[in-house]
């Protein structure tokens, strides 16, 4: 397994198992669209596992953050190492995208966060 993909509180985690790249993102794609519940508008994504990312990769996280954004809330970067965070800050992704160091301190900003009702 290359990756975890879980619902908790709402909130769609997923965390990466290893670097996302050419060879398996469009399994990657293909599974986060079948986890995103409807009613799910906020994800993070933990990448303190993953060292590298490929244009492939990045695409998945622009895609996804998209999505997110389009229902209302938006995709949220936990655990960025350096090799990735200097990739992120090249393409401009830092403009766009929150970043917390860990997992938990992403999950604490939108349980502060105020929740908009769901109909």
């Known amino acids: 397994m ?13 965390s990466l198992l290893a670097d996302l790249t050419f060879d398996w993102f469009m399994e990657f794609d293909e599974q986060i669209r ?9 994800g993070i994504l933990d ?4 060292h590298h990312l490929d244009s492939s990769g990045l695409g998945v996280i622009a895609r996804l953050h998209r999505d997110l954004k389009a229902r ?3 995709l949220i970067l936990a655990g960025v190492v350096p090799p990735i965070d200097n990739l992120l800050q090249m393409v401009g992704f830092h403009h766009h995208l929150r970043m917390y160091p860990t997992l938990e301190e992403a999950l604490a ?3 502060l966060a105020p929740r908009t009702p769901q109909n």
């Open 2 to 14: 290359r990756f975890t993909v879980e619902i908790r509180d709402g909130v769609l985690l997923v």
């Open 34 to 42: 079948q986890a995103l519940a409807p009613q799910v508008t906020h």
């Open 47 to 50: 990448l303190s596992r993953a």
């Open 72 to 74: 209302g809330g938006g």
């Open 109 to 111: 900003t939108l349980r």
